[in-house]
């Protein structure tokens, strides 16, 4: 999943100032800076998603330029200076010669031109410019005192100011209102080094941070991918990972207390008629026990091989690719994994606590034991991340679980993998569902009862964040860009839209592939 990349340029107008002594004075042409991105937050990211998808080189960029040039301006004056020196009455709506559409404002002028007496009327008090100095600007005049800024009602007396939605500003008070502000940092987004604001943005979350945070080792929450505000304290977790406040509230921490979440899971599969007997057990660990556990499995694959390889090539194939397509996610760190031969595995016995600076403190550990009663010997998942993330990972190797039990051997890591997607999809899915229906159960149970709603860590009403969460990691599953993983699973969700999923795996159980 791509950041986005967003660039704002200004353009400059020319305004003029002058003074009336019985005759009119124009010159002292100023700037003003014109509004280059005076849409509403959110217009201006969903252009910047526009400009991201169609850009292939970092280096193409397209800017909003409205720009009157200077000879256009000059044009203009010299039209409006002329129809002030004619005895007959100006005409409304009469167009000027070589001045491109665009340039014309968009909402038609008022006259303020009296051409029984010459004088004009100031656009902000509605009374004649009269004997003295005026502004000529925004197809206007005004008295100096009445040209005002929008934000803060004060007269603009500086040479450059900024329009907003055909409103001036100061150009302090509009960018106090308008410029950017990161995400991160809370500063101001700087300016590049061709004077244009540039920011970065979270391609779900759109959470805007200046380019720089990229590599000045601003930490992202583990779950969510969120960085880090200075303003507020990511959880350290004992492996170096952080975890933002919000997916703390839903994280599971230990191996009992994500035994309610496997039976949820279980029940899922139960309910698609895929109930698996054996007993399997899980296991929350931390990242180097499941490193140590991928690695004591593959060196026992590796063995397996090497024993069979003389006897028959073909059947060593096989076990290599059962093996692998077992290891874990191809995200940057395993996550979850489906075992199945004997070893000792450190599991987490006791939630951790929080300790001073949000650093995870007396984390308890014991061996655990495996033993191989079937095909499968545990599920292990890493730890600390939040329920819903937790049980989209154990979803995923469940269905490694149910395919190894079930006796599915020849199928392609990109098949297997893209249907283990598929029951994580659908998981998420039924929990998305279950808790908008929860949070309707929820209130509608609040006025008549005093007890307790339910905890956003169990299966049931959801938080907005959790809503958004889940959203999240399905957009992940989605638009995973890997062939295993990504490819897979658009193979197999589209599969088990056409044919079912029964269908699907009866014709993966013959045939190694997807029904097409």
């Given at each position: 999943m791509g950041w986005l990349n967003k660039i704002f340029k200004g353009s400059v107008n020319r305004v003029s100032r002058g003074h009336y002594d019985g005759h009119w004075?124009?010159?002292?042409?100023?700037?003003?800076?014109?509004?280059a991105y005076d849409e509403s937050d959110s217009e201006d990211i969903a252009r910047a998603i526009a400009l991201s998808l169609a850009e292939q080189d970092p280096n193409k960029g397209k800017a909003i330029d409205p720009d009157y040039s200077l000879e256009e301006d000059e044009q203009l004056a010299r039209a409006l200076q002329e129809s002030l020196n004619t005895e007959s009455p100006p005409h409304q709506n009469a167009p000027v010669e070589n001045v491109p559409t665009e340039s014309i404002p968009a909402r038609e002028p008022h006259q303020h031109v009296l051409p029984s007496s010459g004088f004009?009327?100031?656009?902000?008090?509605?009374?004649?410019?009269?004997?003295?100095?005026?502004?000529?600007?925004?197809?206007?005049?005004?008295?100096?005192?009445?040209?005002?800024?929008?934000?803060?009602?004060?007269?603009?007396?500086?040479?450059?100011?900024?329009?907003?939605?055909?409103?001036?500003y100061h150009?302090?008070?509009?960018?106090?209102?308008?410029?950017?502000?990161?995400?991160?940092?809370?500063?101001?987004?700087?300016?590049?080094?061709?004077g244009l604001i540039e920011y970065r943005a979270h391609p779900f979350w759109m959470?805007?941070?200046?380019?720089?945070?990229?590599?000045?080792?601003?930490?992202?929450?583990?779950s969510c991918e969120r960085m880090e505000p200075t303003d507020i304290k990511y959880i350290t977790l004992d492996d170096g990972r952080k975890l933002c406040l919000e997916c703390l509230t839903s994280a599971t921490m230990d191996s009992p207390e994500c035994q309610h979440l496997y039976m949820d899971i279980q029940e899922f599969f139960e309910g698609l008629n895929m109930k698996v007997?054996?007993?399997?057990?899980?296991?929350?660990?931390?990242?180097?026990?499941?490193?140590?556990?991928?690695?004591?499995?593959?060196?026992?694959?590796?063995?397996?091989?090497?024993?069979?390889?003389?006897?028959?090539?073909?059947?060593?194939?096989?076990?290599?690719?059962?093996f692998l397509s077992s290891q874990g996610h191809h995200l940057p760190e395993t996550r979850g994994l489906c075992l199945s031969e004997e070893q000792i595995v450190r599991t987490i016995l006791k939630r951790p606590t929080i300790g001073p600076g949000n650093r995870i403190m007396d984390m308890i550990t014991g061996p655990?034991?495996?033993v191989r009663r079937c095909e499968v010997t545990a599920i292990l998942i890493l730890y600390g991340l939040p329920r819903l993330q937790t049980g989209s990972i154990l979803?995923?190797?469940?269905?490694?679980?149910?395919?190894?039990?079930?006796?599915?051997?020849?199928?392609?890591?990109?098949?297997?993998?893209?249907?283990?997607?598929?029951?994580?999809?659908?998981?998420?899915?039924?929990?998305?569902?279950?808790?908008?229906?929860?949070?309707?159960?929820?209130?509608?149970?609040?006025?008549?009862?005093?007890?307790?709603?339910?905890?956003?860590?169990?299966?049931?009403?959801?938080?907005?964040?959790?809503?958004?969460?889940?959203?999240?990691?399905?957009?992940?599953?989605?638009?995973?860009?890997?062939?295993?993983y990504g490819d897979g699973f658009r193979a197999g969700i589209q599969a088990v839209e056409q044919y079912g999923l029964r269908s699907t795996l009866d014709h993966m159980r013959l045939t190694g592939s997807f029904p097409y």
């Open positions: 004075h124009e010159g002292n042409q100023s700037e003003h800076t014109r509004d004009r009327t100031c656009a902000g008090c509605r009374k004649p410019i009269g004997h003295g100095r005026f502004l000529s600007c925004m197809d206007e005049v005004w008295h100096p005192q009445c040209f005002k800024c929008y934000a803060c009602n004060k007269p603009i007396s500086e040479y450059e100011f900024a329009m907003h939605e055909d409103q001036p150009k302090s008070c509009y960018k106090d209102f308008f410029h950017p502000k990161c995400d991160v940092c809370k500063n101001f987004i700087p300016t590049n080094k061709n959470q805007k941070y200046c380019p720089s945070h990229e590599d000045d080792g601003t930490p992202r929450c583990c007997e054996q007993q399997v057990p899980l296991l929350l660990v931390e990242r180097q026990a499941l490193n140590e556990a991928l690695e004591a499995e593959k060196s026992v694959s590796r063995m397996i091989i090497w024993l069979f390889c003389r006897q028959c090539f073909v059947y060593s194939q096989l076990i290599c690719s059962y655990y034991k495996l979803a995923h190797e469940m269905m490694h679980a149910y395919l190894r039990l079930k006796g599915y051997r020849s199928l392609s890591p990109q098949v297997e993998e893209g249907i283990c997607q598929v029951l994580s999809h659908l998981w998420l899915e039924s929990e998305i569902i279950a808790g908008a229906s929860g949070n309707a159960a929820s209130s509608s149970a609040s006025s008549s009862s005093s007890s307790a709603a339910p905890t956003s860590s169990k299966k049931g009403a959801k938080t907005e964040f959790e809503k958004k969460l889940g959203a999240f990691i399905k957009n992940q599953i989605e638009t995973d860009s890997s062939v295993e």
